[in-house]
């Protein structure tokens, strides 16, 4: 058995980690996060962009860690689908939360830099339209676990949504090769697109957003490690 | 030095930040209160 699900397997071990990770993560989440800031206003403005570079500093980790959640969505749904990891479920339930809220965070921080830098808040655009159906497989992936009265199947049946929805992400990822995109390309990982003066700012911010995963994501999975714990110890009490 | 200086741009990027920020706010109180509101309910059926 391979170290990653023998950690799922066992949510005792996994109450013990979280409880110092957690924090640790969050406070490693504000003081990159704080630095990341000061540098992104501490550049210059762009020569093309002006001042909505700074757009940049907090759109792109949104962007990049929203595709992130959801690969770790979809593998802890194979887990759990897999091996029935009840910890993988949780996961997969708390990384779904979390993904929609990156998203929705791209999504709307990318329109406030298209709007004066393309003359619009929304485009057609593959990248863009990609990004979106991502936003949905999270809002469906959510609707669908909240809307059966039968919690294994309702995760049965999320967790093969949640596979089936990962095919988005090369789609995200080429949408602006395989499509005339308005959408600039790759540029974190083109050598030389990204001007070192705004390269420390924005790896900054990534790592600062996926610190603050991190801790969101395992408090998120305690949560619902207590509420698994709390609704069967309610049922215990209701059969005796 | 930071320079918050953003001229014209202004009605675009204090928004991107402000709704980043309260994005970031409802992920981390949503977070910590069904974190709490669960152990509490845990730990009170178990001393039943």
Known sequence: MTWAPAFLTNPERFMAFSRWAAPVFGVIAVVLGAIGLWLGWSVPPDYQQGATVRIMFIHVPAAIICEVIYAFLAGASLLALVFRHTLADCAAQAAATLGAGFTFLALVTGAFWGRPMWGAWWVWDARLTSVLVLFLLYVAYLALRASMDDETKAARNAAILAMVGIVVLPVIHYSVTWWNSLHQGSTMLTKGALAPVYAWPLYTMLLAYLAAFGSLWLVRIRGEVWRRRAEAAALRAARA | ?48
């Open chain 2, 1 to 48: 030095m930071p320079n918050f200086e953003v001229g014209k741009y202004a009605a675009y990027i204090w928004p991107a930040y402000a709704i980043t920020a309260a994005v970031f706010g409802f992920l981390i109180v949503g977070a910590l209160m069904h974190a709490r509101r669960w152990r509490k309910r845990a730990e009170e059926l178990s001393r039943k």
